[in-house]
């Protein structure tokens, strides 16, 4: 039994919460996920795992050998990492973790630029859901915060600025009219997140009228409430009515005049995007690699790349 091989797979498996999904993510059959776990066991002699229909839950003993499994593993990693630090060409397995629709609408289409410049990296995304915090069990988080400082035992640059900007398709504006402030919102069909029920509007320059520069509406309900982002944007795309979207993902939709910006002198709000990594002392030279490509692909400033590209104005 290859015991380092059996304890990524248990950990994995307390990862995913299922051995179906741990075979999926290590391109292993379910089968050889259980047998490796089984196997752990009965080296060990003890249950680590007691298993119902419906879920996963450690045993006391499995918690324990957990614990050390996870620093065991990540001693591992230390290691490796420090013995192919001198070597000059990034190689090895790189595990990403990242928002879905940043992964959708930015990500991937930059990627055969990175595989063509490192093709003895191979990568491997998650795409869960929002990702507000860094995952130990990734070499690389990407971050979309709102807050103006991260907190956190780990590393993370800034990739760039995104504003979150009201858009709707061409058809549904020539129809429905083109609104020239926040308040002329409530006669439009609207999507907004689930969580929320109210929108604030900001001005990028102050006006004559210091009042009107934040104007907070109530969408009474809403055609679309939904937290996916994607769902949005089709629905923006379809002619539902107008969304609020990050200009990361209506980039190509603006460049395209598939969308169009409503109220280009208002934004909803600003996030920014990093790409983090735990805090090690021995990072691979691929995860140095891959942090510096994002860098240099989306800027690494305090400002926004994509509304810019899009000829759409950015926020000074």
Not at 70 to 92: C, F, K, N
Not at 141 to 169: H, N, P, W
Not at 285 to 310: H, N, Q, S, Y
Request: glycine share 6%; with cysteine; hydrophobic share 45%.
């Amino acid at each position: 039994m290859d015991r380092l091989h059996s304890m990524r797979v248990f950990a994995r498996v307390i990862d995913e919460g299922s051995f179906a999904r741990a075979a999926r993510e290590m391109n292993l059959s379910a089968a050889v996920v259980t047998r490796l776990v089984a196997d752990l066991e009965e080296h060990l002699g003890a249950r680590l795992i007691n298993r119902t229909t419906r879920r996963l839950a450690l045993t006391d003993t499995g918690e324990l050998y957990l614990e050390r499994v996870r620093q065991i593993l990540s001693e591992v990693d230390e290691a490796e990492a420090q013995a192919s630090a001198a070597t000059s060409e990034p190689r090895g397995h790189l595990r990403v973790l990242v928002p879905p629709a940043f992964a959708v609408h930015q990500l991937a289409k930059h990627l055969p630029r990175f595989r063509e410049a490192y093709p003895l990296v191979t990568l491997e995304l998650s795409v869960p859901g929002v990702v507000e915090t860094v995952d130990e069990n990734h070499d690389v988080t990407i971050i979309t915060s709102t807050r103006q400082v991260l907190d956190g035992d780990f590393i993370a640059r800034r990739l760039a600025k995104s504003e979150v900007v009201m858009c709707a398709a061409p058809a549904y504006l020539d129809a429905k009219g083109r609104p020239q402030h926040p308040n002329e919102l409530l006669g439009h069909e609207a999507m907004i997140p689930t969580f929320a029920r109210e929108a604030t509007f900001h001005r990028y320059f102050p006006s004559s009228t210091p009042d009107d520069d934040d104007v907070t509406i109530i969408l009474h309900r809403p055609a679309l409430g939904t937290i996916h982002i994607d769902t949005m944007y089709a629905g923006a795309l379809a002619g539902l009515g107008l969304a609020p979207l990050p200009s990361y993902v209506v980039e190509d939709a603006l460049l395209e005049n598939a969308l169009e910006r409503v109220l280009p002198e208002w934004y909803l709000m600003t996030t920014t995007i990093y790409a983090a990594m735990p805090t090690r002392k021995y990072v691979p030279a691929r995860t140095r690699a891959f942090i510096d490509f994002l860098v240099a692909t989306f800027g690494g400033e305090e400002k926004d790349p994509w509304l810019g590209a899009a000829g759409c104005g950015v926020r000074q």
